[in-house]
């Protein structure tokens, strides 16, 4: 099959673990927390991701540089502790705070392409401005003002990948 | 007291804390931890456009995690501004020199105000670092389906092949990044 002769692939067809993710059956249970637990939380993981210094620029390029640990102990602890806690819920607790079963939708592989090269094209541009998504936001509110253009810029980013989606590899 | 505020933690203290979050989105909500979709939230609230991949009710799937990502900014105001440390970010003196042969000198706060000051978006490659960077990260995590809290974080957390491969992309990306796209950009000016 050509590129050329492929028939436009529409949401259904291409693989989508955010829209996977949103629409389950989440959003409505009524012992569902208010959005202001969720601005708590947030606020929680801006100053987590602040103090311990994840958002800084420096500390980016130390980690991609191989020159200290700071950042790769942030990940190796990090992530035993995710893997931990998220797999404890899943296979022991099963149940929100709420009640409901806990729903973790898996991700579709596919050919992998959107992984290794999506994740390579954002690797570039973490390298560039030193912040993943979660660390635009708290710079911005860390007095980094200029994030904001970063932030847009992503933003049309994100818009441009919507408007090319069905001609990408997935 | 004010001092303990002040001083930033040790990885020790963070990573295990950012680890949390993972499970606690899960536990309170059935929420999957993972910042990038709120770039996309944004759009499909801005301007959808007819576009299939925004065009969803933003308000009922991403509410959410918009009051999570504006949290984020409110605890970047507290720790950053408020609780600031007021010392450099103590990097490796290896870093200090590789940054110095770039051309990076201003080595207060968290990023280097040569590149992130209002006036640097005049020069090139203060341009290129904000305005090309920013987009890069925004086409790549949308592209790659999260970044590195959706799929880092969140995606491995639950053992995802797909999240082990966009991690090492990241980290393959970031290399690049750093050691080719960096310098080049740097270069521009000098």
């Not at chain 1, 607790?93 to 579709?108: A, C, D, Q, S």
């Not at chain 1, 509110?141 to 933003?155: C, F, L, W, Y």
């Not at chain 2, 576009?51 to 933003?58: A, H, V």
Request: a positive charge; hydrophobic letters at 50%; aromatic letters at 10%.
């Amino acid at each position: 099959m050509t590129s050329s002769t492929e028939p436009r692939i529409d949401d259904e067809e291409v693989d989508d673990d955010d829209v996977h993710a949103l629409t389950a059956e989440q959003t409505r249970d009524p012992g569902a927390p208010g959005l202001w637990v969720y601005l708590l939380v947030g606020i929680a993981f801006g100053i987590v991701l602040t103090k311990g210094e994840a958002i800084s620029w420096f500390r980016i390029q130390e980690m991609f540089r191989f020159q200290g640990f700071h950042m790769y102990g942030i990940f190796a602890t990090a992530l035993p502790t995710a893997i931990a806690g998220v797999q404890l819920l899943k296979r022991r607790w099963r149940r929100t705070l709420g009640g409901e079963t806990i729903v973790v939708p898996p991700k579709h592989l596919g050919s992998g392409v959107r992984y290794a090269v999506g994740g390579t094209i954002f690797g570039l541009g973490w390298a560039l401005t030193g912040a993943c998504p979660g660390p635009l936001f708290a710079l911005l509110g860390g007095g980094v003002t200029t994030m904001i253009v970063a932030i847009a810029s992503a933003m049309l980013g994100t818009w441009t990948y919507g408007r090319l989606r069905h001609r990408l590899p997935h | 007291m004010r001092d303990i505020l002040l001083r930033p933690w040790p990885w020790y203290v963070a990573g295990p804390l950012i680890g949390l979050f993972a499970p606690l989105l899960l536990w309170l909500g059935n929420r999957m931890f993972g910042v990038s979709s709120n770039l996309r939230h944004l759009c499909s609230a801005i301007a959808p456009r007819g576009i299939p991949y925004l065009s969803y009710d933003w308000r009922r799937e991403g509410g959410w995690n918009l009051a999570f990502v504006a949290g984020i900014v409110v605890g970047g105001v507290l720790a950053g501004l408020v609780f600031r440390n007021p010392e450099p970010v103590a990097v490796a003196a290896s870093t200090r020199a590789s940054l110095a042969a770039l051309g990076i000198h201003q080595l207060g706060g968290l990023v280097p105000r040569e590149l992130f000051e209002w006036s640097s978006l005049a020069t090139v490659r203060g341009w290129i670092v904000l305005v090309g960077g920013g987009f890069l990260v925004g086409f790549g995590t949308a592209y790659a389906g999260g970044c590195t809290s959706g799929h880092g974080i969140s995606g491995v957390a639950n053992l995802e092949v797909p999240s082990f491969i966009a991690l090492a992309a990241f980290f393959a990306g970031g290399l690049l990044g750093t050691f080719v796209l960096l310098p080049l950009v740097l270069g521009i000016g000098r």
